[in-house]
């Protein structure tokens, strides 16, 4: 990951970011004995006339060519020609009989054991800065590391053993980034506090790997009992999702809290910037640049769209994305097999949906629908192209819309009869039915754009739809199983419960659209959508529909670098 | 997976007080005057707690942070306001 340059802050990157802040500011720069003479000497030098007073630097930056190796010594104590190095550590060191670290403060206080001795890892670090210190000329008797959770310094000795150690590790490192990215670790203790665990995904990879998935996520092999996925991800992030839909609104920033105002200039509300999880701006919004910069900064995705919903542009930072998985995106996706493997995935998923849908929800279905709608499946299961499959997915979408208008209670029928008469129709919606379907989809397709950008995945280039200007075919690919599952859900829901009446609508030439209200009591109903949990078949923990949309970005991209070898996406039963 | 925070100051500085207050509504709402409620991730937390201890004097001034548990509902149960002014609670989608 390193190689790759793909990094992710966690809680504990942080605390350590934060141990380093003094350490890390760095000092006068010394010079190397054997470069002293070449150089001027410091003003600290000439004040005390002294060049051999001991001085600890800090963050000193030493680079050997013959090493092929750079590093930041955190501290070193510089007495003369003699050179001790002092590494920083956030947390503990190693307990003789203990294999993980244990956990930080938030949890409670671990037994301390006797013999506190440092991890493998620092060991071989310290040894690198060792062998960089003697390359400069330095003379290096002892090092030190510094366990900041313990306030402990260690003493290591140097000798052969810790070179040798150091020099064998490097070399490993070396051969590790020449090749492809290796398949994640199996059941490590290292995996669950990780930061990078979300983009790495061990547990579901190797799950993945080992037991190749039947469509409707039945795993054909057993998986070894201890292959069971543990739940890694955290199960919810509880932040607020904000959307600003009123006409004349702007939005600024105070410090670091977001602050929205209306036309007037009064206050509307004031939001604390990390509860924001995402920022939706539909039509006539105003965001200041400042305000973009600290989202910018935190990592908050904000999108702009039409009042219709219609997505224009997105900003998301410009965070290390992964390039090797932009080239096998654009390599895998080339080939006609692996495009129609992925197509078909998705289509199969989304008939499977749709299905279950109607069978749960309409009240009076027609006996063949079920049996004809499984025979798309068949269908899609045996297409040979993508075109094929498009055919097979458009007589499925046929018979279910035919029967839509059943899911809608007794008193909503008359809004049923006419999306009925209508069928499903887009450009424009000629009925609310229509109007709300078209107002999820574009929803759907902002948050699947959103989570294949997280994922390093570029969002225009998919396999079921055809890629043309402007149109993120990969999103519509990943929607397709979910378009079920929450718009056309959402739909049926929010009528049914009267949350979305006549009233709701505004009926023009132009078509029909939502009004402010409306679009209101649209987003109440979505976004309880978006944070329902389900399970998942196949890694059986639970996540919200949110977060399987960003896992299921993740495991495309997983299967695109061939860490998985089967696709299987969502189906609720 | 958030957790609920109640967190108070004592800041004997006007000058800090404003940075510090400022800081906080980074990060949850005002309930009272320096006591915030705060609901974090893990990773905010950390942040929080660098970003107070680079703007207080620690010979001066104190910080409180209470932890009131994961389970929102039940945190801000658990606080009975009387008189004036209850904040409203805002969770899942915030429309304006």
Known sequence: ?573 | MRRCYLVCYDIRNDKRLRRVHKLMKAYGEPWQYSVFYCSLRSIDRVRLELALREEMNQKEDQVLIVDLGANEESARESSTFMGAGVPEAESGVVVI
């Not at chain 1, 057993?222 to 939005?251: A, N």
């Not at chain 1, 902002?446 to 570029?458: F, V, Y």
Request: net charge neutral; aromatic share 4%; proline share 8%.
């Open chain 1, 1 to 573: 990951m390193t190689v790759e340059g793909v990094f992710l802050p966690s809680a504990d990157t942080e605390q350590g970011a934060g141990v380093h802040r003094r350490v890390d500011r760095p000092s006068e720069a010394v010079a190397g004995p054997a470069l002293r003479d070449k150089k001027p000497t410091s003003k600290l030098e000439e004040q005390d006339g002294d060049p051999d007073r001991p001085r600890a630097v800090r963050s000193l930056v030493l680079t050997s060519e013959r090493l092929g190796l750079t590093a930041t010594l955190d501290l070193a104590q510089i007495e003369g020609t003699t050179a001790v190095p002092v590494e920083y550590r956030k947390g503990r060191p190693r307990r003789s009989g203990q294999s993980v670290e244990p956990a930080d403060e938030m949890m409670e206080e671990p037994r301390l054991l006797p013999g506190p001795e440092p991890w493998p890892t620092d060991r071989v670090q310290l040894g690198l800065q060792v062998l960089l210190l003697e390359e400069s000329g330095y003379r290096v008797p002892e090092a030190y590391l510094y366990y900041s959770a313990e306030k402990l310094k260690l003493r290591v000795q140097v000798d052969d053993a810790l070179r040798q150690q150091a020099l064998a590790e490097l070399e490993a490192a070396k051969r590790t980034s020449e090749g492809l990215r290796p398949p994640p670790l199996i059941n490590d203790p290292r995996c669950p506090r990780c930061s990078l665990q979300p983009i790495c995904l061990p547990d579901e990879i190797n799950h993945q790997r080992l037991t190749s998935l039947t469509i409707d996520g039945r795993a054909d092999g057993h998986p070894k009992e201890e292959l069971t996925p543990r739940k890694l991800w955290p199960p919810r992030d509880d932040g607020i999702h904000v959307v600003l839909q009123r006409e004349g609104v702007r939005v600024g920033v105070r410090g670091q809290a977001v602050r929205v105002t209306d036309k007037e200039g009064s206050v509307v509300r004031d939001l604390p910037l990390a509860n924001i999880e995402s920022l939706a701006v539909l039509g006539g919004v105003q965001v200041s640049t400042q305000a973009l910069t600290v989202f910018a900064d935190h990592e908050v995705p904000v999108a702009f769209m039409s009042s219709a919903g219609r997505l224009v542009a997105m900003m998301d930072p410009l965070g290390p994305t992964s390039a090797a998985v932009r080239a096998a995106q654009v390599r895998v996706l080339d080939r006609p097999d692996k495009a129609l493997e992925l197509a078909r995935a998705v289509t199969i998923a989304k008939i499977s949906n749709q299905r279950t849908l109607l069978m749960r929800n309409h009240a009076s279905l027609p006996g063949r629908v079920p049996g004809d709608l499984q025979e798309c499946m068949n269908a899609a299961e045996r297409a040979m192209t993508v075109d094929e499959l498009r055919g097979h997915e458009g007589n499925a979408a046929a018979i279910y819309f035919a029967h839509f208008a059943g899911m809608f209670k007794e008193g909503v029928k008359e809004l049923g009869a006419q999306f009925d008469a209508n069928g499903r129709q887009r450009r424009p919606p000629p009925d609310p039915v229509n109007a709300v379907l078209s107002f999820g989809y574009s929803m759907l397709t902002n948050e699947c754009t959103a989570a294949l950008r997280l994922a390093s995945l570029e969002p225009t280039l998919g396999a079921l739809h055809c890629t043309r200007p402007g149109r993120p075919a990969l999103s519509l690919d990943l929607m397709e199983p979910f378009r079920p599952l929450i718009a056309d859900s959402v739909a049926v829901s929010a009528f049914n419960r009267g949350e979305l009446t006549e009233g709701h609508f505004l009926s023009t030439a132009a078509g029909c659209s939502l009004t402010d209200a409306g679009r209101k009591a649209f987003f109440a109903a979505y976004g309880r959508r978006m944070d329902t949990e389900v399970r998942h078949p196949v890694f059986e923990y639970r996540l919200s529909y949110r977060r399987m949309l960003m896992l299921h970005a993740r495991l495309i991209a997983a299967w695109l670098l061939g860490e998985v070898p089967t696709l299987a996406f969502l189906t609720t039963r």
